[in-house]
């Protein structure tokens, strides 16, 4: 009997048994885990661009009903500036677009369209415009007068 506990063959064996499951499973992650690491990356970014899709899906429909009367279906402009411009969507950072359909542009018929400012979208729904106006950039016209519809 060391240091005064007495010695169960049976709990010994326990735990002998427990400790082993443990060491395979800890051996059994240690192993996985590369394999984890060589298969993550892809996954985000194919969840990723997953998630801009369906944000431009979602930022196309509110485009629609907020924006394409003044700025035309496809952002060709209209009684307001081409928002699909290859001029534009290079100068205009994400942040930008977003602070403008948020805050309006003064002096001109661009209300502020965020609900901190009185209007009727949400940030994410902001957000979803500018990624909408994003997705267009690709495929985005030259079109160098792009401020005078």
């Not at 661009?49 to 496809?74: K, M, P, V």
């Not at 965020?114 to 994003?134: H, N, V, W, Y």
Request: proline residues 6%; aromatic residues 8%; negative net charge.
């Amino acid at each position: 009997m060391a240091y005064g506990y007495s010695t169960d063959p049976e709990l010994d064996r326990s735990t002998n048994r427990v400790m082993t499951l443990g060491a395979v499973l800890l051996l059994a992650m240690a192993a996985a885990f590369p394999l984890y690491l060589a298969y993550e990356p892809s996954a985000r970014e194919d969840a990723r661009a997953e998630q801009l899709s369906s944000l431009a899906h979602e930022g196309e429909s509110i485009w629609a009903f907020n924006c394409a009367s003044c700025h035309g279906d496809d952002g060709e402009g209209g009684s307001a500036p081409a928002l699909n411009a290859k001029q534009f969507l290079q100068s205009a950072t994400d942040e930008q677009i977003q602070l403008l359909i948020a805050v309006g542009v003064p002096g001109s018929a661009m209300g502020a369209y965020s609900q901190d400012f009185g209007g009727p979208l949400t940030s994410e729904q902001i957000k979803a415009i500018s990624t909408f106006l994003r997705s267009l950039e690709d495929e985005a016209p030259d079109f160098p007068n792009w401020r005078n519809p």
